[in-house]
């Protein structure tokens, strides 16, 4: 009985060095009046109504905007003590314009996204001690884009170098080929974290453990995107479940624990287009992991 009340103890120690957080992409959904946020809830409300109940949130505006100085303030304004607020880069740094197709020209180039990239990081850390990690979110690169993963690799890994130290940077790649030892080896050297996608057209990430050391950084990021057309085929409202994801989810809170050891902190989001409500497969998502871990 000792031995076993010891060893209890060392794993809920050993859990206890892992932070996690919790949240969604994005907290603007009109569809979640009601279901999520109190009838009658105005916009300007959502953020500080979002942070009562989670502690870190996805800010998916920024992919298609760099926000003003005066937006970031006021997400610091009205988030409490100890929430975090995650920003993906601007869309002409990672997929490098507006045109349907990836401008491989202007992708994390040094002479044109550089400059942007630093200005919007500026901007982001007016959050304080509020910010989160900033993501990299790539797009899927066909041949004409980059022809070989050692080509996008080759302008990543410089572009990579330039950021500006302080904040933390995750990568998002959709190209499951490139998804090998070497990319990882890169980001590893740069405390850059991989992004654990679950995404339509990409493997589950538990099917590299064991062949790929998935662990590039202090922390994980985990972002549970799914099958756009599926969701929108079922719902144009985000307010309720409307595609069954429990096997997949079960699935990553196995992944998360087998993982977690190895990293402070853990940041999971979940989008409306995974299941249909966004907070209620994240909420789904802590249960699984803290079922699973309260049973080990």
């Known amino acids: ?21 919790w949240g ?3 907290w603007s959904e009109p569809g979640w009046v009601g279901p999520f946020y109190p009838p009658g809830t105005k916009p300007a409300q959502f953020l500080s109504l979002y942070a009562a109940e989670f502690d870190t949130v996805e800010a998916d505006t920024t992919y298609y905007r760099s926000p003003s100085a005066e937006l970031v303030d006021g997400w610091a304004r009205k988030t409490p003590a100890g929430f975090r607020l995650s920003a993906k880069f601007p869309r002409s740094i990672v997929h490098g314009g507006e045109g349907r197709e990836p401008d491989a020209e202007r992708v994390l180039s040094l002479g044109a996204a550089l400059p942007q990239a630093e200005r919007f990081i500026d901007t982001m850390a007016r959050m304080g001690d509020k910010l989160g990690p900033l993501v990299l979110q790539f797009p899927y690169f066909n041949q004409r884009a980059f022809a070989t993963r050692e080509a996008f690799q080759s302008r990543l890994e410089p572009f990579l170098d330039a950021l500006p130290v302080g904040p933390r940077y995750a990568v998002e790649v959709r190209n499951k080929q490139w998804i090998r030892a070497e990319l990882l080896e890169a980001l590893r ?10 995404l339509a057209y990409m493997p589950h ?9 998935l662990v590039t950084a202090e922390f994980l990021y985990v972002r549970l995107i799914g099958d756009r057309a599926a969701v929108e085929a079922r719902t144009e409202r985000f307010d309720a479940i409307v595609l069954d994801q429990s096997a997949r989810l079960e699935r990553w809170a196995a992944l998360l624990l087998a993982l977690s050891p190895g990293v402070r902190e853990v940041w999971s989001y979940a989008n409306n287009h995974y299941a249909g409500h966004g907070p209620a497969t994240i909420r789904d998502l802590r249960a699984r992991v803290e079922a699973a871990s309260a049973s080990r």
């Open 189 to 198: 050297a740069r405390r850059v974290a991989l992004v654990l996608l679950d």
């Open 205 to 213: 990430p538990d099917e590299w453990l064991g062949k790929l050391d």
């Open 1 to 21: 009985m000792r031995f076993r009340e010891a060893e209890l103890k060392v794993r809920l120690d050993f859990a206890a060095m892992t932070h996690w957080r």
């Open 24 to 26: 969604c992409s994005s």
